[in-house]
C-alpha cells in the first residue's frame, strides 16, 4: 500500500517523487518493489524530458565533442544520459539494494533545528536504512554509484574516458544526491499533493 502511495508522489502534480518515504517506519520493499521503482523511475516521460534537456544543452556547449553534431549528436547525448540514469537506478537502488538488504529512499525528517536537518540529508548520501530498519553505511549508492560511472566509461566518447572521468561522474552523482536529499528535507514535500496521512517525523540515524 505505502510504495503504491510513493508512486503517485509527484512534486508540482508532475515531476517524479518516488524515492522519498514520509513514513518512517514503512514497510521495507522486497526486491520485485525495488526493480519496479527504478523501472518507473527510468521511463518516466518526465525524467525522460529531463534527459532531453540536459544533452541539448550539451549539444549547444558542444559538450562530449565526440559525438558531434545535428541529429546524430543530439541522439548520442540522450542516449548516454538515459543509460546514466538507467545504470544509476538499476545497480544503486535496485540490484545491490536487493542483493545488500538495503533500502534505497529517503526518509523525511521534518523535525529538529535546520542545522541537524542538514546534517541528516547530507548524512543520507553515506548511510541508509536496512530492509530491518537500522542505519547502515549507504554500500549500495556509493557502489552504484562507482559502478554506474564505470559503465559510462564505455559510451562516452574516447578522449573524455579514464578514471579521472569515472570518479568525476561518480562525485558528481554523489553531490546530486546530496542535493536532492537537501531539496527533499526543506522544500519538495510542500510542493507534492496528496500525500498519505500517515506521516511523521523519522528517527535521528546513528550508525
Given amino acids: 500500500m505505502e510504495l503504491k502511495e510513493e ?4 512534486a508540482l502534480g508532475f515531476i517524479p517523487n518516488f524515492y522519498v518515504s514520509y513514513v518512517p517506519d514503512a514497510a521495507p520493499l522486497t526486491p ?16 525522460l524530458g529531463i534527459i532531453a534537456v540536459f544533452a541539448g544543452f550539451e549539444q549547444s ?4 565533442s565526440g559525438y558531434g553534431q545535428g541529429a546524430q549528436g543530439f541522439g548520442k ?13 538499476l545497480i544503486g537502488s535496485a540490484l545491490l539494494p536487493s542483493i545488500l538488504k538495503q533500502d534505497p529512499r ?12 542538514i546534517l541528516y540529508a547530507l548524512a543520507n548520501v553515506v548511510i541508509c536504512k536496512s530492509d530491518k530498519g537500522r542505519w547502515q553505511a549507504n554500500y549500495s549508492g556509493i557502489l552504484g554509484g562507482f559502478a554506474s560511472a564505470g559503465i559510462s ?25 546530496a542535493v536532492n536529499n537537501l531539496l527533499q528535507e526543506f522544500f519538495v514535500k510542500r510542493f507534492t499533493p496528496n500525500l498519505s496521512k500517515r506521516q511523521s517525523p523519522a528517527a535521528k540515524p546513528s550508525i
Fill in 61 to 64: 556547449q558542444n559538450y562530449f
Fill in 106 to 117: 529517503y526518509f523525511y525528517k521534518g523535525t529538529g533545528s535546520i542545522r541537524s536537518r
Fill in 77 to 89: 547525448r540522450f542516449g548516454a544520459g538515459l543509460a546514466d540514469s538507467a545504470t544509476g537506478a
Fill in 32 to 47: 520485485k518493489q525495488k526493480f519496479q521503482l527504478a523501472w518507473k523511475s527510468t521511463v518516466d516521460p518526465v525524467n
Fill in 153 to 177: 566509461n564505455l559510451y562516452y566518447p574516447g578522449k573524455d574516458r579514464g578514471a579521472e572521468f569515472i570518479f568525476e561522474n561518480a562525485l558528481v552523482g554523489f553531490g546530486g544526491a
Fill in 7 to 10: 508512486e503517485k508522489q509527484r
